[in-house]
C-alpha cells in the first residue's frame, strides 16, 4: 500500500482544470511512494469523464455513477468508500471551494490528519507538505507523522497533465446511504453580471485595501478617467458595497488577462491572483517591499499610493 | 435557539519582519479578530436581533491575550463568550483541525447549540478545515463558504449560497442542526458602539481548562508538525522604479504610453 488515491472535480458538466493538475502531483508522489495513481471521480457524466481524464501516469479510474452534481454527504461518503477499498498511503483532494467542503469530513470520517492548500508535496522518510502562511508572506514545511495521509492541493499550483495515457476504467459500486444526505443542492446562480465586463478590458486598474476609506475612491477614478482605464478591485472592496460585484478580481470574481493590469494598494492573495495572472504586464503600487503581488509584477512602485496616483495623474495630463 | 460561534485571534505580519526559528518574531505579529470570524459573528447576532429568544456564545482556543479579542465580540452582540486554554496548549507546536475539533466538540456538548458559525478560514495560516471537521466530529450537517443564509428555524432547515468560484453561486438547504463556514462579504460587520463596548466588560467571559472539558494533556497530541518557516524566494523580477513620487509616476507614465493603453 503506497498508492496515491486523487478525487477529482467537475462542474455543470465540466470537468474543472483541477482534475488534470491533480493527476500531476498525484503522479509525482504516486513514483516517490513506489506506488500507483488512481483517480476517482464522483458524479456526472462519469464515461466522459473518464475517457478526458485518461492520461500519462494514471493506473487505473475508478468511476461512481451517482448524481450529477457535487453534494458533499455523497461526497464524503464515496471518497471514503473508495479509499477503503483502494487502501492508499495519500488521499488527494482539491483545495477548491468544493474540497473545503468535503476534504475536512472525508478526513475526520477516516481518522487520518489533512494538510490543506498544498503548494508542494514529497515524501522521503514522511510526508512532507508545503504551504503558505500569513497572507502568502512566508512558507513552512509541514510534517506528516502518521502512516496514511489526506492533502488538499491548490489548484492552478501544478502543470495539468495533458500527454494520454491508458488506464483501467472501473465502476465503483459506492453504497450511499441516502438518509445521511442532509443536504440538497437546489441551484446555481450567476452574479456579477452587469452593465461593465472586466474581463474585456485591455487596460484595468485596480483597487485595494490600501484605499482604507469609500472616501478615497474618487482619486482612483479621476486616474481611470484620465486614463480612459476599466475600474475593478480586489474582494475586500466588493464585501465593503463600494463597488458592485462584477468589479471582483479574482477566484470568486472575474479572470482578466488585460494588456496592463495596475494593482493599487493591492496584496496578491492566492485568490486574488487567480484572476489576474494572466495579465500581459502587471504593474504593483503598494507601500510593502514583501506584499507578495511583488513577485508576479513586471514593474513596481513601493511607494504610498495617496503620494503616487496624484502624481501620476498630474503626469498624464 | 442557541448559535456558537468560533471566533480566532489572528496574527498579521507587518511589512517588515524577522523569522524566529518556526514563526514570525512576535514583535513584528499584530494580533486581531479574524476576518472571517467578524462576518460569523455579524450573522449571529444579526440572527439573534430579527428572532426571539436567541442566545450567541462565542468559543475561542486562545491565550490571555486572546480576551481583547473576544471582548471585540461581546461589544458587537455577542452574549456570552468562552475561552479554552490551558498550559499545556503553549507546548502543543501545532493545532491541526482535527485537534481543535476535538476541542472544540467538548465546548458543544456543554453548550447543546443548534447552529455553529465559524469563518471560513483564519487569516494567519489558511487551513480553512476547522468548521467541516468540526461538523464531522459532532455529527452536525454543514455547509462551506456560505455568502447568504435564510434561516428557518422552524422547519429546521438553513437555506443557503455557497460562493464556488468564478461568480457562480449554490444554493443548499442544509438541515439543523448544521455548522456553517461564512465567507466575507455575507453581511457589513457592525462596528462596537461605546455603549456595546461598556457593556461588554461586563459579559461572561468564562475560561475553560482541559479539564473542566473533560479533555487530557494526551488528546492535544497532533500528527502535524511544522518543521521550518522561511521567506519563499522572490521569483519575481520586477523592475522597480526609484524616486520620488513625482519621479515615479513620470516613468509610469510613459511606461502606459509605451505600452500603447494610454494615449500620447
Ligand atoms: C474562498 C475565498 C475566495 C476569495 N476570493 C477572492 C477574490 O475573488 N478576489 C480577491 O481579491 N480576494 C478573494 N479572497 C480574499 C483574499 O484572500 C484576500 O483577503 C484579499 O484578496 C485581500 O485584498 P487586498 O489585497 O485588497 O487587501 P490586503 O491583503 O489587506 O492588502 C492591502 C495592501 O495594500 C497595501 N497598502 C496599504 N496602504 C497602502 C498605501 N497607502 N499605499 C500603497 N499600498 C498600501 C498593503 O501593503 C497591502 O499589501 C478570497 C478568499 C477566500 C477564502
Not at chain 1, 53 to 69: K, P
Not at chain 1, 214 to 220: A, F, S
Not at chain 1, 256 to 275: E, F, K, N
Amino acid at each position: 500500500m503506497s498508492d496515491v488515491l486523487a478525487i477529482t472535480e467537475h462542474r455543470q458538466g465540466e470537468l474543472r482544470d483541477v482534475s488534470s493538475e491533480l493527476v500531476t502531483v498525484g503522479s509525482e508522489l504516486a513514483a516517490q511512494q513506489g506506488g500507483e495513481l488512481h483517480l476517482g471521480i464522483i458524479g456526472g457524466d462519469v464515461d466522459a469523464f473518464a475517457e478526458e481524464l485518461s492520461l500519462e501516469g494514471v493506473e487505473t479510474i475508478h468511476t461512481v455513477d451517482h448524481g450529477d452534481e457535487f453534494n458533499h454527504d455523497v461526497y464524503t461518503q464515496a471518497t471514503a468508500q473508495l479509499f477503503g477499498d483502494i487502501d492508499p498511503t495519500t488521499l488527494l483532494l482539491p483545495n477548491s471551494v468544493n474540497g473545503l467542503d468535503y476534504a475536512p469530513a472525508v478526513a475526520s470520517e477516516l481518522d487520518i490528519p489533512l494538510v490543506t492548500d498544498a503548494i508542494a508535496i514529497s515524501r522521503d522518510d514522511g510526508l512532507e507538505v508545503t504551504r503558505e502562511m500569513y497572507g502568502s508572506k512566508v512558507e513552512t514545511t509541514v510534517a506528516v507523522d502518521a502512516e496514511v495521509a489526506a492533502v488538499s492541493v491548490r489548484p492552478a499550483e501544478w502543470e495539468p497533465t495533458e500527454a494520454a495515457g491508458d488506464p483501467a476504467i472501473e465502476s465503483f459500486d459506492a453504497d450511499i446511504d441516502e438518509d445521511a444526505v442532509k443536504s440538497t443542492v437546489t441551484g446555481f446562480e450567476e452574479v456579477a453580471g452587469g452593465d461593465v465586463d472586466i474581463s474585456e478590458a485591455n487596460f484595468l486598474i485596480s483597487i485595494g485595501r490600501g484605499i482604507e476609506e469609500e472616501d478615497n475612491l474618487p482619486l482612483i477614478e479621476d486616474l481611470v478617467e484620465a486614463t480612459d482605464a476599466t475600474l475593478s478591485s480586489s474582494r475586500p472592496i466588493v464585501d465593503n458595497g463600494w463597488l458592485p460585484k462584477n468589479r471582483q478580481v479574482g477566484q470568486s470574481g472575474k479572470v482578466v488577462t488585460p494588456d496592463v493590469y495596475l494593482a493599487i494598494g493591492i496584496s496578491g492573495a492566492v485568490q486574488h491572483v487567480a484572476g489576474m495572472k494572466g495579465s500581459d504586464t502587471i504593474v504593483a503600487i503598494n507601500t510593502d517591499p514583501n506584499a507578495p503581488i511583488m513577485d508576479l509584477a513586471d514593474y513596481a512602485i513601493v511607494d504610498d499610493l495617496f503620494d503616487v496616483v496624484p502624481a501620476l495623474i498630474e503626469a498624464l495630463e | 435557539m442557541k448559535i456558537l460561534v468560533t471566533v480566532k485571534e489572528v496574527a498579521e505580519a507587518e511589512d517588515d519582519f524577522d523569522i524566529d526559528g518556526l514563526d514570525i518574531d512576535e514583535r513584528y505579529l499584530e494580533f486581531d479578530l479574524n476576518e472571517w470570524d467578524e462576518y460569523a459573528i455579524e450573522e449571529a447576532v444579526q440572527i439573534k436581533e430579527d428572532g426571539d429568544d436567541v442566545e450567541v456564545v462565542s468559543v475561542t482556543i486562545g491565550p490571555e491575550r486572546a480576551e481583547e479579542t473576544i471582548r471585540m465580540g461581546l461589544a458587537k452582540g455577542v452574549d456570552r463568550a468562552i475561552r479554552v486554554w490551558d498550559d499545556a496548549f503553549a507546548d502543543v507546536g501545532m493545532l491541526d483541525p482535527k485537534t481543535k475539533a476535538d476541542v472544540l466538540s467538548a465546548v458543544v456538548e456543554d453548550e447543546q447549540p443548534d447552529l455553529v458559525l465559524t469563518g471560513v478560514q483564519a487569516g494567519d495560516d489558511s487551513f480553512g478545515a476547522t468548521g467541516v471537521t468540526l461538523a464531522e466530529t459532532i455529527d452536525f450537517e454543514w455547509g462551506a463558504v456560505v455568502n447568504a443564509l435564510d434561516l428557518d428555524a422552524g422547519a429546521g432547515v438553513a437555506s443557503v449560497h455557497r460562493e464556488l468560484e468564478g461568480g457562480i453561486e449554490e444554493l443548499t438547504d442544509i438541515e439543523l442542526p448544521a455548522v456553517l463556514t461564512i465567507q466575507t462579504g455575507i453581511n457589513e460587520p457592525r462596528y462596537a458602539s461605546l455603549r456595546g463596548i461598556r457593556q461588554a466588560q461586563s459579559k461572561p467571559l468564562d475560561l475553560h481548562e482541559l479539564d473542566d472539558l473533560g479533555l487530557e494533556e494526551s488528546d492535544l497530541e497532533s500528527p502535524l508538525s511544522r518543521t521550518a518557516m522561511y521567506e519563499p524566494e522572490s521569483e519575481g523580477d520586477a523592475t522597480v522604479f526609484e524616486g520620488s513620487a513625482e519621479e515615479t509616476a513620470t516613468e509610469l507614465a510613459s511606461l502606459l504610453r509605451d505600452v500603447g493603453v494610454v494615449e500620447g
